[in-house]
């Protein structure tokens, strides 16, 4: 049972450094050049992980590193960095096929009543009411 717990634990700690590295990829590619947000970015997300770095509960530590790639994957789909072209304060955006359009509320809400549903199932609570349809 020992090398069963040690080995969990092993491929946990794999998952929180692999995480880490993710959202330090998707910061790169994100801010590109801009070096002083990227310095900020990468500094928030190792308070972030040093925060957390006394999590022992497995479940915990599960969740921060679905959070920490959930983060990252909106990063890198939502997040497009503008550049400045010119003295007059204008700025270019550059689109990319890997940013995503439409209704990205609406797919974060359906997100979060899926989470609350799962959530209450394992509480052994009903599940909440859906909202009303329009039309």
């Known amino acids: 049972e020992y090398m069963g717990d040690f080995s969990h634990m092993a491929a946990l700690r794999s998952r929180v450094l692999g995480s880490y590295r993710v959202l330090l990829r ?3 590619l994100v801010f590109g050049e801009d070096v002083a947000v990227r310095a900020a970015a990468r500094a928030k997300t190792r308070d972030a992980y040093r925060s957390n770095a006394g999590l022992s509960d497995p479940a915990a530590i599960e969740h921060a590193v679905n959070d920490a790639m959930e983060a990252a ?3 890198v789909r939502n997040v497009a960095q503008g550049v400045k072209t010119n003295d007059q304060e204008q700025f270019r955006v550059k689109i990319l096929p890997r940013h995503e359009f439409g209704n990205n509320l ?3 809400q359906k997100s979060e009543r899926r989470k609350l549903r799962e959530e209450r199932k394992r509480k052994g609570l009903p599940p909440p009411e859906e909202p009303q349809k329009c039309g």
């Open 106 to 108: 609406f797919e974060a």
């Open 26 to 28: 998707s910061q790169a």
């Open 73 to 75: 994957e909106f990063l």
